[in-house]
């Protein structure tokens, strides 16, 4: 028989209890850092250097962080469920938690890809950070962050509308649904398919759809009350 397919959505909130800071929550990453001049098009054409340092930090930043009991409980679903995820996250965590089937919309932090050609794209590796920021790749390419910057478009969001699509269940985790075209996979939930959104302090999203269930916790403890019921449902 087949599994039930279980597509995720995860933000920033699933990775804070593994210490890394969201963005728009109080002491969050877009407070301290002016998110126009590290984060875009045009703030890398002007300064590629500080959002090369900007993007370091981050990684230097996860050098230590483990993934927590969200991103495990995601792995251990596969048992049961043909568990998709689709994160806003550049971490690595849901890899290292062991999910298999992962789509980053805004980038990976761990990578590099080259200015002139983006189909090249490197990994770094934690024992090389202290070299960074590389400009240049193992080619000699300038090479820029493997991030969807604001005012670029998001290349996965197709596939990832396809997901949400093909979904018996959608789960929303720890995201402000602040951030366009990723908020906007709600609306390609099928009729009548179950909803659960995870956050400690959720946004209203009843307009957009009447049949989600808010599980108003933190990510660790909403996945596990999360766990609970699609087992109950679960044929299996
Ligand atoms: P935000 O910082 O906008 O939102 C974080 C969400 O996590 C909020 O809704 C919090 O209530 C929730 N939260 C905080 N602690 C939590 C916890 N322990 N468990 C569960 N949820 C918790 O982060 P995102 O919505 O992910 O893009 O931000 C979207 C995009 O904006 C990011 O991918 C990034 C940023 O600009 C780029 O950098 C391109």
Known sequence: MNKPRLVISSG??????????????????????????????????KNPRLVHEFYNARRKDLVDKQPNAAHKILAELEEDFDVYVITQNVDDLHERAGSSKILHLHGELMKLRSVSRPDYVESLDMEHLESC??????????M????????EPV???????????????????????????????LHYVRPGIPIYYIDPNPADITILSPQVHVIKAKATEGMKILEDILRARSPI
Not at 12 to 35: C, H, K, M, Q
């Open 12 to 45: 920033a909130g699933i990775s804070a209890e593994s210490g890394i800071s969201t963005f728009r929550d109080a002491g969050g990453l877009w407070e301290n850092y002016p998110v126009m001049e590290v984060c875009s098009a045009d703030g890398f054409r």
């Open 133 to 142: 920021p590389e400009t240049k790749g193992k080619n000699g390419d300038y």
């Open 144 to 151: 820029r962050p493997h991030i969807v910057f604001f005012q």
């Open 155 to 185: 290349p996965n969001m197709e596939l990832a509308a396809e997901w949400v699509h093909d979904a018996d269940i959608f789960v929303v985790i720890g995201t402000s649904l602040n951030v366009y075209p990723a908020a906007g996979l």
